[in-house]
């Protein structure tokens, strides 16, 4: 069974222009979730999807938005980029979204903003 | 408010001897997840171990083990006979579901680093 897939793994923006990355995970899987590294603030949670749906939504400026498609696909989106958006950005994937389903993380996409 | 601490940034253990990564959870929830990652330095996020809230035993995946005390609210991961591939950063987190919802909650990280 193939894992959660990210593309691309790694982009190169400037400031001010905006990005879109993508996940697919794992077949049948259709709880979509994703989330920012930094060294600074560590691991935070971006929006989880669900069917199609924004399930939840974690504290980042409306820059940061994601839909889900009805493959369970999802895309995330930031427009006018910061310095400070420069993250690893990590997808995870489970079943469903109740609490006792593992999460299943991509590879990642590193965003560097210059 | 929901929070995981993971008190040790960092730790050194010699190869083939057991290491113990704490982790305190916070929640007022009576239904929750506990969770533990490994992050290589490539980046991915490799699960390891999951705890349930209700569940009765202490959860083990071959070399790992879970240490669930729920009432010190304390889910210590317990790597036996440690191996150079475990030199990364392993992460606890809680995932929880008073809405509904499937977030995770991350602790900040303890770096493992196995001598040999």
């Known amino acids: 069974k193939a894992g959660v897939t990210q593309t691309p793994r790694y982009l190169i923006k400037t400031r001010g222009q905006q990005v879109t990355l993508s996940c697919s995970p794992i077949?049948?899987?259709?709880?979509v979730s994703w989330y920012q590294q930094t060294p600074g603030q560590g691991l935070q949670f971006l929006f989880e999807y669900f069917s199609e749906t924004q399930r939840n939504k974690g504290n980042f400026p409306g820059r940061f938005s994601g839909r889900q498609f009805s493959n369970s696909r999802s895309e995330m989106n930031v427009s006018t980029l910061e310095l400070g958006d420069s993250a690893l950005y990590l997808c995870?994937?489970?079943?469903?979204?109740?609490?006792?389903?593992?999460?299943?993380f991509g590879p990642g996409t590193r965003l560097t903003v210059l | 408010a929901q929070k995981i601490t993971q008190t040790q940034p960092g730790m050194f253990v010699q190869e083939k001897e057991a290491v113990t990564l704490d982790c305190t959870y916070d929640?007022?929830?009576?239904?929750?997840?506990l969770f533990w990652y490994k992050q290589p330095s490539s980046g991915e996020m490799i699960f390891l171990i999951y705890?349930?809230?209700?569940?009765?035993q202490n959860a083990t995946e071959g070399r790992y083990s879970l240490n669930f005390q729920k009432a010190r609210k304390s889910a210590n991961l317990v790597i036996s006979a440690s191996q150079l591939g475990d030199s990364a950063m392993y992460f606890c987190?809680?995932?929880?579901?008073?809405?509904?919802?499937?977030?995770?909650?991350f602790g900040q990280g303890t770096t493992l680093q196995v001598k040999p």
């Open positions: 987190a809680m995932r929880d579901s008073p809405s509904n919802t499937g977030k995770l909650i």
């Open positions: 995870a994937s489970s079943y469903t979204d109740r609490s006792y389903n593992e999460q299943f």
């Open positions: 077949s049948g899987h259709r709880s």
């Open positions: 705890q349930g809230s209700y569940d009765q």
């Open positions: 929640t007022s929830d009576p239904s929750y997840g």
